[in-house]
């Protein structure tokens, strides 16, 4: 374990864990737009941002992004210092002028007092902050369907060629894990549609409800060893399937 | 433009067989054909075994490599910080006139293409225009008519 200070309390954190880790634990809030727990830290948002010192550094203190900046003994954190939040003021400022219309940016810059930029919006703004997660949980899921495309004002994230995307399942992941919501799909129980790409969903066989696409069936079944019956049904029917097993075999106990 | 694409395999078997090869490759096609066809992108996914998505994300975030045929001269306008105190904007505009076309486009006839690109690391002869791999310093206007039918 290792000690550290976090807003004054004293704290174990574990070793090679980062910063935010240890701060959300002790139910600190900190925006954090571009961190998940199912990918690798990426640092783009800087939304993080939490000051650092320690007792020897002589009143020397720096800016680090907690989500990247892994535990060290005798770090003193503050997440909350007037610069800290004049930091995040000045980012979220930035944000509300690339994405003016983000639900999410709004209401996390009005929780910093911010209602309007104090820079030029950007014309044709998306929602997309660039956060990368999308990218980071295809890439993770093993598909790398889509990625960030161009650089400086025009980059975006889209499929190859801006076409449909060959490699795409249509899991969804990257329009879940979206914090501002920006990737659109359609779905109406036999189809969904995303990236431009259509996938014919599959139907349990109990209940009539719609699992998976078939896509994702077939990569699953293929890749991750999977056997195909595991597929045709769906999540509650297996649910159901296992509790009468249980009963069965508590059942049995009875008996024995 | 006619071209040859058989030569593919064979630019992109020059390097080793592996991801970190990518850019690379990318340069020598891009070099060959003048712009990055994408059935070169695909073969070059295909054979490095890289995902379809980040040869192209590599192939657009390099403003060397172009993904529609450029023209045999490649005029690069620099509008960086220095280039563009000095006058950038009017050279731009004036290559603009002369040759009937936007940065990113190129003339029918195939022979130029523009660009705006942010330093080419020789701000002390700003304003700086490169055709192909020549660098012109010190830029005027009365230069560019010139220019265009040399370089
Ligand atoms: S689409 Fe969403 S997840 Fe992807 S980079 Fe943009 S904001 Fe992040
Ligand atoms: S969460 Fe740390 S930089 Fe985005
Ligand atoms: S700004 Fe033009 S060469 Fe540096």
Redesign the interface.
Known sequence: MVNITINGKLVQAYEGEMLLAAIRRENIDIPALCHHEAVEPYGACRLCMVEITKNEWDGWKNHVTSCLYPVEEGLIVNTHTPTVIELRKTILDLFLASSPHSTVIKKLAAEYGITRTSYEEVPDSTDCILCGLC?RICDKMG?????????GHGKEIA???KEP???CVGCLSCAYICPTHYIQFTDNGKERTIWGKKFKLLRCEKTGLPTITEEFAAYLIKHREIPEDYFKINDLSHRRELALKMGQITQWGREA | MKQDFTTIPSIIARHPRKASSLIMILQDIQKEFNYLPEEAMRKTAETLEVPMSKVYSVATFYNAFSLVPRGEKLIRVCVGTACHIRGSKVIREQFENELKIKPGETTPDMKYSLEVVGCVGACAMAPVVMINDKYFGSVKTSRIKQLVGKG
């Open positions: 990218t598909f790398s369907a889509i990625s960030a495309v161009g650089r499929p190859p060629l995307p060959p490699d």
